[in-house]
């Protein structure tokens, strides 16, 4: 055991010990068990990985989880060990990886390959004994100086060759360990300066890599989803794979709207100056809703810091939006996230869990009561009441032109749209967030009658 210290993580209501306020496991929620519902995983980057260090300094936890460094495949065991230690104390039933974060990079393609093969196997045993679960795999294309102009949209034709191969390796492990997906996160896909970069070859070459890739992975028998994980800047000052939308033009633009999703990141969204549940909307109405990579930002800051979330009108926003695309089906809630360069010990790390699956779980409890209220559906839904009947009707079936609008607008003046009422739903959203029982009326409802 590595960690002694931390005991198995029950849920315990408001308690002040170290354990769950809101996230109850098995607890039924609309006929299905919380875990369901949210799909918890831990990243290996951040978790097992991820030192703290910045641009101004070095790491300040220590991730060698007493091995010998020099000993590279006793470190990965032994950040693997870590890893399903703590899953199994805090109830995370699933683990996202690149090839990367499992074991350090060998000097040649064949040997990182031969790595991989034995940390994967020692890592499948794990999961036997655990019943832990790979969400989704991925490939490191950014880290390593070859990739400095990108992998995919490399100007390189070799950088391109070794990427593919890279990737292949990744498919494979994903596979190996049964990831019910694979995401393609840009790393470096993107540019700088227009005045080196042919912007329209890069992309295609893009669609050429994540073709192959879907091509390759369905001939080795995998059934999972793929996902496009939008960002809009970092690495690159300019990513391809800016938003939602702007990733569903390219997938329409190459043909690849049936193969692959989005994993939407609470922190990409807001950088590419959208909300989260922007994001979360704009998926599931393209129908390409996939997986989640929750964590949060700081909107004071310009940058990715992948903080676990702990904003829960964010994260009630983000289940209600799962909750109406029908819940996750190979896609889950994946913790990109880590704690800040101060919080290093791994205490820290159990209290970055505690509360970034807590204001999930709480998040999942907020919009399951924001349904069952059911004003905001029905306020939203009743906004466009006047499409349902007469002229609204014959714009929505096709029945009406130009022409007949025209004819129709000359009849008669329109009156202006009702009120939007914004302030009154965020009231209600208020009520149901704090007061835990919705209580508002609307102000002209008959008032109830005053006890005696
Ligand atoms: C980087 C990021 C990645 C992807 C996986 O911002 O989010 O860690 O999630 O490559
Ligand atoms: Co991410």
Known sequence: MLFPEIPVIPYRGLDDSLSFRWYNPDEDIMGKPMREHCKFALAWWHTLCGEGSDMFGGGTADKSF???????????????DAGFELMEKLSVDYFCFHDADLIEEAPTLAESNKRLDEITDYIKGKMAKSGVKCLWGTCNAF?????????????????????????????ELTVKLGGSGYVFWGGREGYETLLNTDMKFEQENLARLIKMTVKYARSIGFKGDFYI???????SKHQYDVDVATTCNFLRAYGLMDEVKMNVEANHATLAG??????????????????????????????????????VYSATMCMLEVLRAGGFTNGGLNFDAKTRRMSHTAEDIVHGFITGMDTYALGLRKAVQIIED?????????????????????????????AELEAYSLQREPRIPESGRQEMLEGIVNCVLFEGKPR????????????P
């Open 374 to 402: 059911g004003r905001i559906d029905s306020f939203a839904g009743e906004r466009y009441a006047s499409y349902k009947s007469g002229i609204g009707a014959d714009i929505v079936s096709g029945k009406a032109g130009l």
């Open 143 to 171: 880290t390593h100086k070859r990739f400095m102009a990108g992998a995919g949209t490399s100007p390189s034709a070799d950088i391109f060759a070794y990427a593919a191969a890279k990737i292949k390796k990744a498919v």
């Open 274 to 311: 959208h909300t989260f549940q922007h994001e979360l909307r704009a998926a599931a109405d393209n129908g390409v809703f996939g997986s989640i990579d929750a964590n949060q930002g700081d909107l004071l800051l310009g940058w990715d810091t992948d903080q676990f979330p702990s904003d």
């Open 440 to 451: 508002m009326r609307r102000w002209n409802d008959v008032p109830p009658p005053v006890e």
């Open 229 to 235: 994980e939008p960002k809009p800047k970092e690495p």
């Open 66 to 80: 007493g091995a010998d460094r020099q000993d590279v495949m006793a470190h990965a065991k032994a950040k693997a």
